[in-house]
């Protein structure tokens, strides 16, 4: 039938792409509703789906508190997703999401700099979505072992058996006089004292002797379930909510 409409329609090329049309219905080739690969689709891009979220949630999240990057995460993860799969059977290569994420690492969005750590995360999720895509001759299991155990290194990574949660205050100290290496221990004292923390170490940068004040880097170790994501923030303009 579909050959009396179109005679210069090859039904060999829709079977090269998976397409059985002498038992389905469709139109130019193309079936009508493919029940099989349907809930394959629906399967695949649920289980990536679900992934995505315990990597952005609990290990992304529960750090950072940056809801933007959520919903950002979350959407690159089901358009990727989506695009190799739906793709794979036109031998889409690997080369594809390494530039595209090199496209995305240079434009950085045009709007403002993201931190490294949410580009690594992008760099996670794109990874996790191209495996979840292409990954098609390889079991389940093998699947679901592949997405535990990049959970598993963020989580190891993210918690403190491996590495203590250090972060950092930039201030302006007006007593330049107690920078020099001689009274370094009186200058953390009074650190501490004024910033009410316990300071593992501190570094000098620039010195402006016209104002007498210079830029001190602070560094001190996070307390059990706190967080930390504007301490380095100096300009109101830098502030993100």
């Given at each position: 039938?579909?050959?009396?409409?179109?005679?210069?329609?090859?039904?060999?090329?829709?079977?090269?792409?998976?397409?059985?049309?002498?038992?389905?219905?469709?139109?130019?080739?193309?079936?009508?509703?493919?029940?099989?690969?349907?809930?394959?689709?629906?399967?695949?891009?649920?289980?990536?789906?679900?992934?995505?979220?315990?990597?952005?949630?609990?290990?992304?999240?529960?750090?950072?508190?940056?809801?933007?990057?959520v919903l950002t995460f979350m959407l690159f993860?089901?358009?990727?997703?989506?695009?190799?799969?739906?793709?794979?059977?036109?031998?889409?290569?690997?080369?594809?999401?390494?530039?595209?994420?090199?496209?995305?690492?240079?434009?950085?969005?045009?709007?403002?700099?993201?931190?490294?750590?949410?580009?690594?995360?992008?760099?996670?999720?794109?990874?996790?979505?191209?495996?979840?895509?292409?990954?098609?001759?390889?079991?389940?299991?093998?699947?679901?072992?592949?997405?535990?155990?990049?959970?598993?290194?963020?989580?190891?990574?993210?918690?403190?058996l491996l590495l203590r949660h250090t972060s950092?205050?930039?201030?302006?100290?007006?007593?330049?006089?107690?920078?020099?290496p001689e009274r370094r221990a009186e200058m953390?004292?009074?650190?501490?004292?004024?910033?009410?923390?316990?300071?593992?170490?501190?570094?000098?940068?620039?010195?402006?002797?016209?104002?007498?004040?210079?830029?001190?880097?602070?560094?001190?170790?996070?307390?059990?379930?706190?967080?930390?994501?504007?301490?380095?923030?100096?300009?109101?303009?830098?502030?993100?909510?």
């Amino acid at each position: 039938m579909i050959q009396q409409e179109f005679p210069d329609f090859d039904p060999s090329i829709a079977e090269e792409f998976g397409y059985d049309i002498a038992h389905q219905l469709s139109f130019l080739g193309v079936p009508l509703c493919d029940t099989q690969n349907l809930i394959h689709l629906l399967m695949r891009f649920a289980f990536n789906l679900i992934v995505a979220w315990i990597i952005v949630r609990f290990c992304y999240y529960r750090k950072s508190q940056r809801k933007d990057y959520v919903l950002t995460f979350m959407l690159f993860s089901s358009a990727m997703f989506m695009l190799i799969f739906l793709m794979e059977n036109v031998n889409l290569q690997i080369g594809l999401m390494l530039g595209l994420f090199a496209i995305f690492g240079v434009i950085r969005y045009r709007t403002e700099t993201v931190p490294v750590r949410e580009m690594t995360y992008l760099f996670v999720i794109i990874a996790t979505s191209v495996i979840n895509g292409l990954a098609l001759n390889i079991s389940y299991a093998e699947l679901f072992a592949a997405d535990v155990l990049i959970i598993g290194v963020l989580w190891l990574f993210e918690s403190r058996l491996l590495l203590r949660h250090t972060s950092t205050k930039l201030v302006i100290y007006e007593k330049i006089d107690l920078i020099v290496p001689e009274r370094r221990a009186e200058m953390v004292a009074d650190l501490e004292r004024r910033l009410g923390i316990k300071i593992d170490k501190v570094e000098v940068g620039h010195v402006d002797f016209l104002r007498d004040v210079a830029f001190v880097k602070v560094y001190y170790t996070l307390a059990e379930g706190e967080q930390n994501t504007i301490d380095n923030i100096t300009k109101p303009n830098q502030f993100i909510p």
